[in-house]
C-alpha cells in the first residue's frame, strides 16, 4: 500500500532529540526552542516568532491577542480546517463564511468586502497548499474598514506572496508542525508576530499569562502574573526534532517540487482532456508544493477514482468538508449563501500521496493506475460535452 502521507527524519533530526534529553532541559524554551526561532525569523524574514505546541493553538493566542470577544464578526473561508474557526469561536466570535477562489481554492477576496459590518473584527485567511491567497486586496481590504488579518499558513511555511513569506504579512501569522506538514515534529506550531504592538503580550499569554519571559531576560527581577494565558510551548524534545527538519527545508522543497511536477506532467493530457483539472499556482505565488490535487468533474468520479485507486494499492483522499455545511458550522449559517464553489471543491477534490520519500517508480504507478480509470470514463462517455 502506498501511503497518503510517511513523516520520516531525514536529517539530523535523532541526533538533536538525544541532545536534547541528555541535556537535562525537556520542558520549552531552551536551545532547540530558540534555534528554530531564529532559523524563522532569519530565514523566512519573521519579524518575531514563537514556537507553540500547535498551530491550533497560536490561532488561540491569535484570538486572545486580537481580543476578539463575544458577538465580533470574523470573516474566513469555510473550505478550511476546523481549528481556523473554533480558536475564535470560543471567545464568542461569529464566522462570517466567504466562498472561495476557483483557481487556488483560497479565500475570494473579490467578495469580502460586502461581508463587512460595523461589528467585524478581522479576516482570517488560510493559504489552501502552500499557496498564497490575493494578499495586496486583501491587506487593502483591512486597512480600509480598520480589520485585523491573521494568516492561517499551517501549510505554507516557506511558501511567498510576491516576495513576502506567508505568515509575515497580515499582523499575526501561524504555522503548523504536525506531521501532516512539509516541516514537522509531530504536534507544533509557531505564532508570527508581524504588528509589533502584540509582541508584549503574546510572550505573556504564551506563559500562561505570567512575565516570565521578561523574567529569563532579566528584565524584571521575579516573575508573576501579569494577564490571562495558557501553557502553549513546544517540549524542547520536539522542538530537536523539528530543528533537524527546518534545517532540511530547501531539500525537502527540491523534492516536493520535483514530486509536484512529476504528477503535473504526468497528468496534465488529462486535463487538456478536460477529464480533470490540476492545482493553478498564479504567477506571484511561491509555493512549498505542500499538496497534489485533483479536481474531478464530479461527486461520482472522484469517489470512483478514489476507490479504485485504493484498490490499487494507492492511498488517495478527500479534503475539507465545508465548514458552513458541517453540523457544527450550521449554527452560523442560516444566513450564508450557498458558496458554490466552496461545495463543489469539497465533492470534487481528491488528494494525492505527497511525501519526501516517495519514489519516481511509484509516482509512475499511481500515474498510469489514474491514467486507466480515465480511459474507463472515457469509453463510457459520461464525460462527454462537461466543462469544467
Ligand atoms: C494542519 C492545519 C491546522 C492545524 O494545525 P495543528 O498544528 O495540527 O494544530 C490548522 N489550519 C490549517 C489550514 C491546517 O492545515
Redesign the pocket.
Known amino acids: 500500500m502506498i501511503p497518503f502521507n510517511d513523516p520520516q527524519p531525514i536529517g539530523k533530526e535523532n541526533d538533536y532529540i538525544l541532545m536534547a534529553t541528555n541535556s537535562g532541559k525537556l520542558s520549552g524554551d531552551g536551545p532547540f526552542t530558540e534555534r528554530c526561532k531564529l532559523f524563522i525569523e532569519n530565514n523566512f524574514n519573521a519579524n518575531h516568532a514563537l514556537l507553540t505546541t ?4 497560536a490561532l488561540e493566542m491569535a484570538v486572545l491577542l486580537l481580543d476578539i470577544r463575544p458577538g465580533d464578526e470574523i470573516i474566513v473561508p469555510s473550505y ?2 476546523t ?2 474557526v473554533n480558536a475564535f469561536i470560543l471567545q464568542g466570535g461569529i464566522p462570517i463564511f466567504v466562498d472561495i477562489r476557483k483557481d487556488t481554492l483560497n479565500i475570494d477576496e473579490s467578495k469580502i468586502e460586502e461581508k463587512v459590518t460595523s461589528r467585524t473584527k478581522a479576516i482570517f485567511v ?1 493559504h489552501y497548499a502552500g499557496v498564497a491567497c490575493e494578499m495586496d486586496r486583501i491587506i487593502e481590504i483591512a486597512h480600509r474598514n480598520n480589520l485585523y488579518v491573521v494568516e ?1 499558513a ?2 505554507a511555511l516557506t511558501a511567498k506572496y510576491k516576495d513576502q513569506y506567508l505568515g509575515t504579512i497580515g499582523d499575526l501569522g501561524t504555522y ?3 506531521e ?2 512539509n516541516y514537522f515534529c509531530g ?3 509557531a505564532l508570527v508576530i508581524n504588528n509589533e504592538k502584540f509582541i508584549k503580550r503574546a510572550e505573556i499569554i504564551r506563559e500562561k499569562g505570567t512575565n516570565r519571559t521578561s523574567f529569563l531576560k532579566k528584565e524584571v527581577d521575579k516573575y508573576s502574573w501579569v494577564d490571562i494565558g495558557s501553557s502553549y510551548l513546544l517540549s524542547e524534545i520536539l522542538a530537536a526534532f523539528l530543528y533537524g527538519q527546518l534545517e532540511m527545508w530547501k531539500e525537502i522543497n527540491k523534492n516536493r517540487k520535483r514530486i509536484f511536477e512529476i504528477y503535473y506532467n504526468g497528468l496534465e493530457h488529462l486535463q487538456r482532456r478536460k477529464m480533470l483539472r490540476l492545482p493553478t499556482i498564479p504567477k506571484n505565488c511561491t509555493p512549498n508544493y505542500h499538496m497534489f490535487y485533483i479536481i474531478f468533474n464530479t461527486e461520482v468520479e472522484r469517489n470512483q477514482i478514489m476507490t479504485y485507486l485504493r484498490q490499487h494499492g494507492i492511498t488517495a483522499v478527500t479534503h475539507y468538508t465545508p465548514l458552513h455545511l458541517s453540523q457544527m458550522g450550521q449554527r452560523w449559517s442560516a444566513d450564508t449563501e450557498q458558496l458554490l464553489i466552496t461545495k463543489q471543491t469539497s465533492n470534487t477534490l481528491l488528494r494525492l500521496p505527497m511525501y519526501y520519500s516517495l519514489s519516481a517508480s511509484q509516482q509512475e504507478y499511481i500515474i498510469q493506475v489514474i491514467c486507466n480509470i480515465a480511459n474507463v470514463f472515457t469509453t463510457n462517455s459520461t464525460l462527454a460535452g462537461r466543462i469544467l
Open positions: 500547535s498551530c491550533t493553538h478550511t480546517f481549528s481556523t488560510m492561517d499551517a501549510q503548523s508542525f504536525h501532516t506538514k504536534e507544533g506550531g
